[in-house]
């Protein structure tokens, strides 16, 4: 997209579902990360002492191979498979996310996955640990939306949980493209295009006319590859967005209503 489109779609403080669904999310201040990592920290030496003494006292008496191979199994247990296991298990918050009302989620602001939790524990090692925290504080100081390293490598952002949501009204269908959109087959739209024509229709009227027309066309030209027939003649590119994203958004919905209904269904006989 270009530098224009860009600045049309997100804000600094916007998130998307993995369902294109947009949310104004603040981000985390970076003094509430701060607090939250000095937290996450002391939790994690407290949990490396007594990890240590325990593997110590099962080692004793051993040789000296047994003891090392302890000691690896002691680091990777407490800075990589309890960070791991319990932001998967609490879908992004670690013990001081948990004190401080904050929780990571996917750039898309879905939940995170394992492998997500994992490849911010493996780098939070070396930056938080290794170099005393250094580089997850200056990336954080850099980056608009408080990224620390393992948060660019995994493709998360933190954001803050304890604020009121604030859904944008979504588009109405345009009445004269109803029965086209109802008949036409419209296809799943990627993340990056469904967003940029949400955030293009929830915002055209702050944006001048010839450069809201340049941008409709341009994500009409996007979007048009998934959508089969053409939408009847002389229709307006701000039109037919609007009548994909309706249309698109109730055949989720329907769908989510007959999955639920067939969920409901089969735990009942059972």
């Known amino acids: 997209m270009s530098s224009s489109l860009e600045a049309a779609s997100l804000t600094a403080d916007d998130l998307v579902t993995g369902e294109a669904v947009a949310l104004d999310l603040p981000a985390a201040s970076f003094g509430s990360r701060v607090v939250s990592g000095l937290l996450d920290l002391v939790a994690t030496l407290v949990t490396l002492f007594f990890v240590t003494i325990l593997m110590t006292s099962l080692s004793s008496g051993t040789d000296e191979a047994l003891f090392w191979a302890s000691l690896i199994a002691t680091l990777m247990t407490v800075f990589l498979v309890i960070p791991t296991t319990l932001e998967t298990l609490t879908r992004g918050k670690s013990l001081g996310k948990m004190a401080m009302g904050l929780r990571t989620v996917r750039d898309d602001a879905g939940p ?159």
């Not at 200056?138 to 009121?164: M, N, Q």
């Open 112 to 270: 995170i996955s394992a492998q997500h939790a994992f490849v911010r524990s493996l780098i939070g090692f070396v930056e938080i640990y290794t170099f005393f925290g250094a580089p997850a504080f200056f990336s954080s100081l850099l980056s608009e939306r408080g990224k620390r390293l393992g948060d660019h490598a995994a493709g998360t952002y933190v954001i803050r949980e304890r604020f009121p949501l604030r859904f944008p009204l979504p588009a109405p269908m345009p009445p004269h493209l109803a029965d086209w959109a109802r008949n036409a087959d419209i296809a799943p739209l990627p993340t990056a295009v469904a967003l940029g024509v949400r955030q293009f229709l929830a915002r055209a009227n702050q944006i001048g006319p010839a450069a809201s027309a340049q941008l409709a066309r341009t994500l009409a030209d996007q979007v048009q590859p998934f959508v089969s027939p053409a939408p009847p003649p002389g229709t307006t590119p701000e039109y037919f967005l609007a009548a994909v994203l309706v249309s698109r958004r109730e055949r989720d919905l329907a769908r989510i209503h007959r999955e639920n209904e067939l969920r409901r269904r089969l735990v009942s006989r059972g």
